[in-house]
């Protein structure tokens, strides 16, 4: 019996490696200015880049409405465990904010579908700087990954309502 190989090498606490499949063209080049979530970003525009060897893999994705992007957040400052998140002014646990500097710098953001056409998908509502690397994509499905009522602990507060990113986890000055 011939076992297909799996994904043991992840399971070590010493890391492991990830290939991208593709990368977001997106219209923002510096952390500042850009929205903080999809839900603030007004149709912003873009496009995500397939590599060809991934085309198949896009094959029913139209359809979709909405795409769950996963992405390395790869102009994000040194991991930090507590931060002063966007939406608030105390510190909060980074695993309780959605701050760009992780220990793991992955992005996860919920962007509207526009089209298909080979290996490039258009999107809209993106929070994302130009360049990341697109680790992996996700249908969007309303059954599965809408909890309305769920509480957000700190976030119910609404102490703080910026929509875009300040200064503070800039890596990327002004040009
Ligand atoms: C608060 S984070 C949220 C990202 C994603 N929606 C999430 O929840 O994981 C969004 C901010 O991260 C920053 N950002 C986006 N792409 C980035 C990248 N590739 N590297 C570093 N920072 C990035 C931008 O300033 C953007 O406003």
């Known amino acids: 019996v011939v076992k297909e190989q799996g994904h043991d090498n992840m399971s070590k606490q010493d890391g492991f490696a990830m290939k991208p499949v593709g990368v977001i063209h997106s219209p923002f080049a510096h952390q500042s200015g850009t929205p903080i979530q999809p839900v603030f970003a007004e149709g912003a525009q ?9 085309k198949d893999g896009l094959l029913d ?12 957040l790869h102009c994000a400052p040194p991991s930090r465990l507590r931060v002063i998140p966007y939406r608030d002014k105390v510190e909060r646990g980074i695993f309780a904010t959605r701050a760009p500097c992780r220990p793991n710098a992955i992005g996860l953001s919920c962007v509207r579908l526009l089209g298909v056409a ?17 680790l992996d994509i996700k249908p969007y499905v309303r059954d599965f990954d809408s909890f309305p009522a769920a509480k957000a602990g700190w976030l119910d507060a609404r102490r703080v309502n910026l929509t875009h990113a300040d200064e503070r986890f800039d890596t990327r000055g002004p040009e």
């Open 61 to 72: 994705l139209v359809g979709f409405e909405r795409i769950w992007l996963l992405y390395l």
């Open 118 to 134: 080979e290996n490039v998908l258009t999107v809209a509502d993106l929070d994302i700087l130009d360049g990341s690397p697109l």
């Open 46 to 54: 873009g496009t995500i880049e397939v590599y060809p060897e991934y």
